[in-house]
């Protein structure tokens, strides 16, 4: 089976995936992003992000209850179901979940983040953590019915509240159970680059000990996304493909060749 | 099985009705609305409706593709998986749809509205419908494995667009499927009132013969609500409640005779 993993940028061309994958003919499942719209959705309601700073320095993003309404509305909402109508519109038999839906992806939700207010240090806990889990009965039943799973955040914490979560762990935990013969990961970019600014230094193979390089030299969001990356080599089987989502034809291409080849 | 519909008002208790779900031992399906969220978030975002006069002089809110997304991001986002996280929460496993997801609910799309505009007539077509099917095998799969769906507009038409509907409609398509034993409409209102205005005017019992006599009466929203509960009573079988969605334990209250009992 193939996992296509669609990043959520604005210049993610949708409806060439979605064209692209009509054609082909192997169980597949989508998981999707939607930062972009989820940016420009909290922008027109005037609802910036909550941005907290750590007892240790570290800025991170507060996943608020507000924050996770975001998400619902851009993700869960107006992302999902248009591609699931793409999906539809091209014959292809798309069913849209989140992690909620069924408890699909299982997480566990984060301790909370130490913070200093008014002269206290305090533990400030919000709606976001990582899967451990994934409901593999219910992807079956879905797969082997001839549907099309299209996956978005938010996951399903241990007490059934709706929380935040990173696409690429997702990624990881799906594999883990569902066993993926091809794993590809569109985004804005050609692949994977030697240099984040130049989109001529396209790297077209990484093998793990490159992988494993790259990591360690890494840091922040991008030290994250290469750690998955070698999890989701650690656990082995699949072909791994990170391709240009922006193409004409992006989905076609990268199963043809194009883009970064880890592995 | 049981179907209850949870109509979109500001003041309906979802966490109540929830709470009581919980304790019901039958397979259940939930359809609910979001008009008040919709209207709020298209306020919130300057998204007015778009309202047409047809030739005839009636006037329709066109549901152009802005009020499409508005729908998927307060009805198929937030409130649908709010709702599914609140059941979650309570240890029942929803799954939340709307009628695109693997084509669950199947219409047929209105063929426009003749308006005048510059000195000619000619025909607005816009993403609305009627519910026709409903995908009985999807349903029964998710029911059979204890799932408890929780559907949404919008539904899908012919050529798989999504598109806006009545969920009267809907829910009437779901019952010659399914074949419930309970529908419970849950609204903002203690039931079937004999003077709209007068909520001590609340109608314990309708008749067949009332129904038809009160459709008859009727005009605009009323008189599409009552032809479709004239259509769940012709269909047969389901003992029919309509009753209050806001008090502090709404759907025991309903099972247990509260609101007005039909047929």
């Known amino acids: 089976m ?15 995936i979605i064209t692209d994958l009509a054609a082909v003919r192997e169980p597949s499942l989508i ?25 240790s320095g570290y800025d991170s993003v507060l996943s608020d209850e507000a924050a996770i309404d975001m998400i619902l509305m851009s993700y869960a909402g107006l992302r999902n179901k248009r591609i699931v109508e793409l999906c539809q519109r091209h014959g292809i038999n798309a069913v849209g979940l989140t992690g909620i839906d069924g408890r699909l992806v299982q997480g566990a939700r984060n301790t909370g ?64 159970a569902l066993r993926a013969d091809r794993i590809v990961q569109l985004i804005e970019a050609p692949g994977f680059l030697a240099d984040p600014d130049d989109e001529r230094s396209l790297l077209a193979q990484l093998t793990r ?32 493909v990170i ?18 080849r880890i592995g």
């Open 243 to 260: 391709a240009d989502g922006r193409g004409r034809t992006p989905l076609r291409d990268a199963l043809n060749g194009a883009g970064t």
């Open 31 to 55: 998981v999707h992003g939607a930062n972009a719209l989820r940016d420009e959705l909290a922008d027109r309601l005037n609802m910036p992000k909550q941005v907290v700073t750590s007892v």
């Open 113 to 176: 983040i130490r913070v200093r207010e008014g002269g206290k240090t305090l533990i400030k806990r919000d709606f976001s953590g990582k899967p451990r889990s994934v409901n593999e009965p219910l992807l079956r039943l879905l797969l082997d019915n001839g549907y099309v799973p299209v996956l978005s955040i938010p996951i399903c914490d241990e007490a059934g509240f709706a929380i935040n979560s990173e696409n690429d762990d997702i990624v990881v935990s799906l594999h883990a």
């Open 209 to 240: 000990a490159d992988v494993e390089r790259h990591e360690a030299q890494a840091s922040g969001r991008m030290k994250r996304k290469l750690l998955a990356v070698k999890r989701l080599l650690e656990a082995g089987g699949a072909g791994l």
């Open 2 to 16: 193939l996992i296509i993993k669609i990043g959520g940028g604005a210049g993610i061309n949708l409806e060439g």
